[in-house]
C-alpha cells in the first residue's frame, strides 16, 4: 500500500513559470513531511520540509503548502528555472528524523 | 565538510555471491539510515542507527541483509547470496539527533546482480 502518492510521473514548465508539485497521502498519523530534489547520479537533497501544525512554509522561490482535511501537500516553484530540472520527492514521517516514507517521484522539465 | 560519501558507487556481481557496501556519514551527525530504491520508484527505507546502536530494521530487510555501524562512525551493509531481486541503488543518509532536521543524503551504491 502506497502511503505516499506522486500521481504525476512527470510535469513540464516554461522557464520562468511556476511549477506546482502535488503530493497525498493516506496516514493521518503522518506529521512532519519534507520535500527531497534529485539530479540524476546524486542522492536525494533536502528542499524544504512543513510541519503539520503549520500549512504554508515559504523559502524563497520554494514555497510548499499543506491541507490536512484532504491529506494533500504541494511544493510551488517561482520562478522556474532551468536548474529545477530534476527529480522531486515527497517524503512524511510519523515522528521527527526518523523513518521517512516516500513518494515514487516526479521528473520536472524546465523548458528553456 | 565532504558530505556522505559511499563505496564502491557500482557493483556488479553474480547471483549467489556476496558484497558489502560502506557508508561514511558526516561526522558530527549521530543517525545514519539505509535505504534502497529501485528504478521509477522512491527510497524505502531499510534501517538506521542512532550511534552504535541499531534500533529499527523494516521487514524489507531480510535475514540476508545485515548492517553494523562498528564505532558509531563509518557503516556498512553486506548483502549475502544475493538474488536479482537485489538490484537496486542503495542510498545512505546521515542527520543529527533531535530537532526536525533533515537528512543528508550519498550518492549511492548501484548494484547490478546478473
Known amino acids: 500500500d502506497q502511503q505516499v502518492k506522486q500521481n504525476s510521473p512527470s510535469l513540464s514548465v516554461q522557464e520562468g513559470r511556476i511549477s506546482i508539485l502535488n503530493c497525498d497521502y493516506t496516514?493521518?498519523?503522518?506529521?512532519?513531511f519534507l520535500w527531497y530534489k534529485k539530479y540524476p547520479a546524486e542522492g536525494p537533497t533536502f528542499l524544504i520540509s512543513?510541519?503539520?501544525i503549520k500549512d504554508k512554509n515559504e523559502d524563497g522561490r520554494f514555497t510548499v503548502f499543506l491541507n490536512k482535511s484532504a491529506k494533500h501537500l504541494s511544493l510551488h516553484i517561482v520562478p522556474s528555472q532551468p536548474g529545477d530540472s530534476a527529480v522531486y520527492f515527497c517524503a512524511a514521517s510519523p515522528d521527527s528524523n526518523y523513518q521517512l516514507i516516500w513518494g515514487a517521484g516526479t521528473k520536472l522539465i524546465i523548458k528553456p | 565538510d565532504t558530505g556522505v560519501s559511499q563505496d564502491p558507487r557500482h557493483k556488479i556481481t553474480k547471483r549467489g555471491q556476496n558484497v558489502t557496501f560502506r557508508c561514511d556519514p558526516i561526522?558530527?551527525?549521530?543517525?545514519l539510515y539505509w535505504y534502497r530504491q529501485t528504478l521509477g520508484q522512491g527510497p524505502e527505507f531499510l534501517t538506521y542507527?542512532?550511534?552504535?546502536?541499531?534500533?529499527?530494521k523494516s521487514r524489507l530487510l531480510s535475514d540476508r541483509f545485515s548492517a553494523e555501524r562498528p564505532k558509531g562512525s563509518f557503516s556498512t551493509l553486506e548483502i549475502q547470496r544475493t538474488e536479482q531481486g537485489d538490484s537496486a541503488m542503495y542510498l545512505c543518509?546521515?542527520?543529527?539527533?533531535?530537532?526536525?532536521?533533515?537528512?543528508?543524503f550519498g550518492p549511492g551504491t548501484r548494484l547490478t546482480v546478473t
Open positions: 542507527f542512532q550511534n552504535e546502536a541499531q534500533l529499527e
Open positions: 543518509a546521515s542527520s543529527l539527533t533531535g530537532g526536525r532536521d533533515e537528512q543528508y
Open positions: 496516514n493521518s498519523m503522518f506529521d512532519y
Open positions: 512543513i510541519s503539520s
Open positions: 561526522s558530527e551527525h549521530n543517525r
